[in-house]
């Protein structure tokens, strides 16, 4: 065996007899070998565990079509390695292999990399065309991995069918003992736990000519400390390769105020009014942006002459004055978009049908040349004119349907909901993301501070926050149903457990780039403490877009006052929503939960009793409950922005300590916790 130190020369060629080039850092480890001319992986190495996994396989996997129309099926099997090649250069450390074969209709490279001391490591496969081919699918992956499982419990892939959307897309898979975590750096991949190994692929359906090349998206694996901590593994990756840092979004958003009669004059005097009532009044820190919602389009134009999304005359077309309201308010302006023309932009898909633009009853394909090209153009100005935040509301669908480019369909036949479809409507939400990412990337180019929120018809995979900020959290309507606030709570906070909970369907995505549509106060009249201890138990969710849903000119002093000291504790406790999380049973049910978050010497935690009966509840405060690794020695000041939350409580606790809390009927509790060694 080759060790990685004795490999120090740039481009040194290595042996193609049965020899093997070890890639690693003092995380992680990879054996890549070339045995009998094929390529293949032999060990992974978790060196934080010390611990050695033999693999092997068939390596990766690519499928295709050449000029027969017969789909073929290639592994590293098929090939012979030409060249295996090692570099090292500027904190990159990476391996090359070159793969061929006589009778076959491509080559292939490939490249796996590592970049610093990182606890992860990526490959990618580039296909060169030796004659005209349409590649079908690629496993970046496909190896042997004992203990390897999914995580992600749900596989709901329906057309039709209210808050039944739950695609077992862009989800990674966890492997015992070896406590590594895999998948490809795509939203739409599907990455499986197959028999004693994984497969980390996704479908596509793109033409080759002879000559071209195409390189996949990277697959990429990594390691914990211990295989339960796995999920905060994955999550600290996805943190560090984020598109943007993980910040705090504070904003307003015009809907709750006047639906799709908003205009400019009306969105100015609310931008006014929030900024004098939070900022200048309270002190609170100004929003990062104001945003006008569904109904500055205009339908009525044709917008295959005009440009997709023009401005109707309730604007100006450049929105002048609603960008000098919210410079203003020392803010910036969002804007509501539909990429799939959904909503409000509905009225315009007609003229853009009769034109031959591609559409799929009832909206716009996300694949359609003609328009996307069109929304990209459009969605790339408007982020370099200067808007900041885009929610893009109406993806591939929304709650209660999606659509879907299949063969022999319109878009969102109740039909489309048989499995047999689904092969079909995943190549088209693979090749529908890539054409987003595109668009995504250019309006990075054009506005490096932008925020963008995928909404509606969207779907929850951690790889999306690569190219944008935050996600809706699917299956769950606007407005949280519910007599009262402990029945909005708990609308809301049953779809978090059904998405978070091991017991249900474990979606492995970080709350804190969640968008739930709230809080919302659209009356005055309740009292204060119950709008107060919603409001904290609304933002102890830990999501770091708080998007606020006014009827601004309704509420009260109190009102703002509750909401002012409200957003300033959001301020405060902010940096713990990088690991925030949901603890307790099913509010359904009306068991007691809340949630909590930790990072370095402080934390919070929030509580709510449901039920119409008093409980007691208990929790651990060690690093299951998510207090970080290395804090054992820590004792912590027990406090609470609100008053008497601490009735019963000790002044002080220490790691591993249990902690009771006494909880009347609907009760919110929201404790703080700061360390002292």
């Known amino acids: 065996m080759v060790g990685w130190a004795l490999l120090v020369t740039a481009c040194a060629p290595v042996a193609l007899g049965d020899e093997a080039v070890v ?14 001319g094929t390529l293949g992986t032999k060990l992974l190495g978790n060196r934080i565990l010390g611990v050695d996994t033999k693999s092997g396989g068939d390596e990766f996997a690519i499928s295709l079509t050449d000029g027969s129309g017969k789909e073929r099926r ?122 004693a190994g994984i497969k980390c692929r996704y479908l596509t359906d793109r033409p080759l000519v002879k000559g071209q090349v195409l390189k996949s998206h990277p697959a990429v694996w990594g390691v914990a400390d211990r295989a339960d901590f796995l999920k905060d593994a994955f999550f600290d990756y996805i943190d560090a390769t984020r598109a943007r840092p993980l910040r705090l979004q504070t904003q307003y958003n015009s809907w709750f105020d006047y ?92 003229k853009m049908r009769e034109a031959g633009w591609e559409s799929l009853d009832p909206w716009m394909s996300m694949t359609g040349e003609d328009y996307m090209k069109a929304l990209e153009e459009r969605m790339v100005a408007l982020a370099g004119d200067g808007v900041s935040y885009f929610k893009l509301d109406g993806v591939f669908g929304h709650l209660n349907q999606r659509t879907f480019k299949v063969e022999g369909f319109k878009g969102s036949e109740p039909e489309l909901n048989d499995k047999k479809h689904d092969e079909a ?34 779907f929850l995979s951690s790889w999306w926050l690569q190219h944008i900020d935050a996600v809706w959290m699917i299956n769950a309507g606007d407005a949280a149903g519910g007599a009262d606030r402990t029945g909005e709570l708990v609308y809301r906070d049953a779809r978090y457990y059904q998405l978070a909970s091991a017991e249900r369907d474990n979606t492995q995505f970080p709350l804190h780039s969640i968008f739930n549509h709230e809080p919302k106060k659209t009356s ?104 970080p690794a290395g804090t054992k020695d820590f004792g912590y000041r027990v406090t ?15 790691y591993g300590d249990a902690l009771s809390i006494k909880l009347p009927a609907k009760a919110v509790r929201v404790i703080e916790f700061t360390a002292a060694k």
């Open 259 to 350: 639906s799709r009669g908003v205009d400019a004059k009306k969105f100015a005097a609310s931008v006014a009014k929030v900024h004098e009532e939070l900022v200048i009044d309270r002190g609170v820190h100004p929003l990062r942006a104001y945003v006008i919602d569904d109904g500055w389009q205009d339908t009525g134009a044709d917008w295959t002459k005009s440009g997709v999304w023009p401005v109707n005359g309730k604007f100006d077309k450049d929105f002048a004055r609603s960008f000098a309201a919210t410079r203003a308010a020392d803010s910036r302006l969002g804007l509501w978009l539909s990429p799939g023309c959904l909503f409000g932009a509905q009225g315009a898909i007609g």
């Open 524 to 627: 005055t009249g309740e009292e204060p403490d119950v709008f107060r201890r919603y409001l904290y138990m609304n933002l102890s969710r830990g999501t770091g877009f708080v998007e606020l849903y006014l009827k601004t000119f309704q509420l009260s002093e109190s009102d703002w006052e509750v909401l002012a000291e409200a957003m300033k504790w959001v301020e405060e406790v902010f940096p713990n929503f990088e690991r925030s999380r949901m603890h307790g049973g099913d509010p359904a049910k009306g068991e007691a939960y809340g949630y909590t978050g930790w990072v370095g010497e402080s934390g919070y935690l929030s509580v709510h009793n449901p039920s119409d009966k008093p409980q007691t509840y208990s929790v651990v405060l060690d690093r299951g409950f998510g207090l």
């Open 425 to 458: 409507k995943e190549r088209y939400l693979s090749l529908g993301s890539e054409r987003l990412m595109a668009i995504f990337a250019k309006m990075a180019e054009a506005n490096p501070d932008v925020y963008i929120v995928i909404s509606n018809g969207a």
């Open 74 to 195: 290639l592994t590293a099997g098929d090939f012979e390695v030409e060249s295996l090649v090692s570099s090292k250069a500027e904190g990159r450390k990476e391996v090359l292999a070159k793969l061929s074969g006589s009778d076959l209709p491509v080559d292939l490279q490939v490249r796996y990399w590592l970049e610093g001391e990182k606890p992860w490591m990526r490959k990618e496969i580039s296909i060169h065309a030796k004659e005209d081919v349409v590649v079908r699918e690629i496993a970046v992956e496909e190896i042997r991995l004992p203990g390897a499982f999914e995580p992600y419990h749900a596989d709901e892939f329906t057309a039709r069918g209210p808050s039944k959307w739950r695609p077992p897309l862009g989800q990674p898979v966890y492997a015992e003992p070896s406590a590594t975590w895999w998948g490809v750096e795509f939203p739409a991949a599907r990455n499986t736990s197959e028999g």
């Open 640 to 654: 609470s922005p609100l008053a008497g939350d601490t009735d019963g409580l000790p002044e002080a606790v220490r």
């Open 23 to 36: 890639l690693g850092n003092r995380f992680l480890s990879r054996e890549v070998v070339v045995t009998d």
